[in-house]
């Protein structure tokens, strides 16, 4: 208590002196203030950091918790920073990341379809581009009925380099994103894809494009989430840093949404725990340097 009421309080008096009246030793005081610093300097650089912090929040949509937000200080902005700081100085500002929900899902089976084999049996970490490519659907309700949204994301870097949008579940739903996918990635021989058993991934016209381009199909046990957890995880950030956060009035709205989250944050700017807190197309561009 001393030490501190010298510190704050007698600012414009001389050390030594304020430290013989005071009957402590000036060793001590010079030892208490190396411990503990200058608390105005202190307050100012927190006020400092809480402000990038607000801004790394904002630009993440509000999505951002204390773990992406120190990754993006450190990686994105270069501030060496401990990751407790962040998080205390988030509480502190009332910041939070946004919370995971349970995803709806919108698959239904052909009975009398014949599934591909599983060719990936729950490994899905690959070394290079192109080589396993996961595919799924999910469905949003707005005012004006369901959206319907399929991807195609590789595995390598979580990248979503197909999709497609519409008011449907009919198979051309599946067919588009995959075209899509191939167009991107200037047809690609031997990629796996892999899906669900979706009467859309059995039907005729997917079957035959995979053919047609080379690409080998793969499914995964029925009714097992974890047999497409990368598309399993990227529909529940999908949910959780978009749909679940508004109510949306009209399939066009939420389909311009949905077009521009994917291009215009998920694959340039947002960041990824499972591939170095890095973003899909910098993760892309950075190994292939």
Request: net charge positive; with cysteine.
């Amino acid at each position: 208590m001393i030490f501190t009421f010298i510190t704050e309080r007698c600012s414009d008096l001389p050390v030594a002196a304020c430290c013989r009246a005071m009957k402590v030793s000036t060793s001590g005081f010079y030892e208490h203030h190396e411990r503990v610093g200058d608390p105005c300097r202190r307050a100012r650089a927190d006020a400092e950091l809480t402000a990038t912090i607000l801004e790394v929040h904002r630009q993440s949509r509000g999505t951002y918790g204390a773990p992406r937000v120190h990754a993006e200080l450190r990686l994105g902005a270069g501030i060496n920073v401990g990751r407790k700081r962040v998080a205390r100085l988030m509480r502190q500002a009332g910041l939070e990341g946004a919370y995971r929900r349970r995803r709806r899902g919108c698959t239904k089976r052909d009975p009398a379809a014949t599934p591909n084999d599983d060719l990936v049996n729950r490994q899905f970490k690959v070394d290079e581009p192109d080589r396993l490519w996961v595919s799924d659907i999910t469905e949003h309700p707005t005012d004006g009925g369901k959206v319907f949204l399929a991807v195609v994301l590789d595995a390598y870097s979580r990248r979503v380099i197909g999709h497609s949008i519409a008011d449907h579940l009919r198979a051309e739903l599946v067919v588009d994103a995959l075209q899509m996918a191939i167009w991107r990635r200037n047809g690609p021989q031997g990629t796996i894809v892999h899906s669900d058993h979706g009467t859309q991934y059995t039907s005729w016209a997917f079957g035959r494009r995979l053919r047609a381009a080379g690409l080998l199909g793969s499914m995964g046990t029925v009714g097992d989430a974890f047999d497409n957890a990368v598309a399993e995880s990227f529909f529940g950030t999908l949910q959780l840093e978009l749909l679940d956060r508004r109510r949306w009035t009209s399939r066009d709205e939420l389909a311009a949404a949905m077009f521009e989250w994917i291009e215009c944050f998920y694959n340039p700017s947002r960041r990824h725990s499972s591939i170095g807190m890095l973003s899909p197309i910098d993760y892309e561009t950075t190994t292939a340097a």
